[in-house]
């Protein structure tokens, strides 16, 4: 779920632990109820502070995602059917965003991203 | 007490070639403080002054707010060091060095010594001299953090050390600091190494410091702007405003597109660039170790013009 953090990319790192976690919650792979890790073994295993832990589980508590029972540890909430669909919405145009900073970089037209993406989702990518 | 660390107007000749200049440190309580340089640039010597293991020539150090060296005992009390080279008996056994050690440290923490030797897979019967690098490092960690101190000073603690000995000795020194506020002060020249948990850093060159801020200032400050129209402003001519930031450097890129790579950026500054009549075409942040290697060389320069200034 945490692989490839990136302390050197623009996005700083608690924002993108929440991110994976969202993307978790997203998918299915955390369930309501599920622990999360706690701050404490989540910063010696990932190696960073433990306050960016700590900064990435409050802003999660915010938003609703998870709830901070005290002294048992970190939970995930039931979200509903359409906060999840929000989240994958919110995932797909994140991806997307990316990829147009990405083609800007590049200087690459519009017509020659949309050609692009056709190509591969009519190829056989991977992707339902 | 705000600070962990606090050193004013430190000075110490430690040879002809070589001085700490004027170095005024802040390391704040809580703070994990990264105190990065070159080889050479005078991290140990300025360590080995804190600690009072050398006395300084002018200035003052406070160590947990304790003077230096009226205070030590004090603050050494509280203080766990992981020195740049071991200075245990090597004819002891694992054991041995851990009863001569804990017998300093009243809040010793001895559970917590037999999880870790378990772990780090330390065995009580070995004798140090016969120990490897990673694991003479894997002990003195554990030496360091069992004594449970308020202050951790690292000199070069990863240096030379596997990838498999540096995530050990990192995850249980962030585990500590998770479970109580502790400062950390640790120096180092590996700079990604030190990105992903430090939350200050102070850089050293040639015996002073060149800056100590929060990392997230150091990081948002320092940005590379690729732009076009650039090539014929000159930043500090007459003919031109001067830039509200701090030019570290500059190049040509493909045609007319320039990179310039700044510090003390702030995102209203894109209006000096328009005022230029420059465009900007991409405003990324430097990592750490860019941020810092750009940082020292604009540092050796802007010296060396102060030397030939004097010369």
Known sequence: MFANLDPKSA???????????????????????????????????????????????????????????????????????????????AQAR?????????AARLGLSRPELRDAIRHELDGKGGIA | ???????????????????????????PAGALYGFLGPNGCGKTTTIRLLLGLLRPDAGSVRLLGEPVPQGLPAALARTGVVPDRPHLHPYLTVAESLAFHAAFYPAWDPGWATRLQRDFLLESDRKLAGLSKGEM??????????????????????????????????????????????????????????????????????????????MAEFRSGNKRIRLSGADTVEPGRASSSPPPFTLLARERDSGALETWVVRGWEPQM???????????????????????VELLRAFRVGEQAQRSDHA
């Open chain 1, 94 to 102: 994140r991806l997307a965003r990316g990829m147009l900073a990405e």
């Open chain 1, 11 to 89: 996005v700083p790192l608690y924002e993108q632990i929440g991110l994976r976690l969202k993307a978790a919650v997203a998918t299915g792979e955390l369930r309501p109820g599920n622990a999360l890790p706690s701050v404490r073994q989540l910063a010696a295993k990932l190696r960073i502070n433990p306050a960016t832990v700590a900064q990435a589980y409050r802003g999660l508590e915010e938003q609703g995602f998870v709830e901070l029972r005290q002294g048992a540890g970190t939970f995930v909430r039931s979200v509903g059917g359409d906060s999840r669909a929000r989240e994958r919405t």
């Open chain 2, 1 to 27: 007490m705000t600070s962990a660390i606090e050193t004013t107007g430190l000075s110490y000749r430690a040879s002809p070639n070589f001085a700490i200049h004027d170095l005024s440190l802040t390391v």
């Open chain 2, 270 to 292: 894109t209006g000096w660039f328009e005022q230029e009549g420059i465009v900007i075409r991409e405003v990324a942040d430097l990592d750490l170790e860019d941020g810092f």
């Open chain 2, 137 to 214: 490092a894997k002990l003195m960690f554990l030496l360091a953090l069992c004594q449970r101190p308020d202050l951790l000073i690292l000199d070069e603690p990863m240096d030379g050390l596997d990838p498999v000995v540096r995530r050990d000795v990192l995850g249980a020194m962030l585990d500590y600091v998770s479970t109580r506020t502790g400062t950390v002060f640790i120096s180092s020249h590996l700079v990604h190494e030190l990105e992903r948990f430090c939350d200050w850093v102070g850089v050293m060159d040639a015996g002073r410091l060149v800056v100590e801020l929060p």
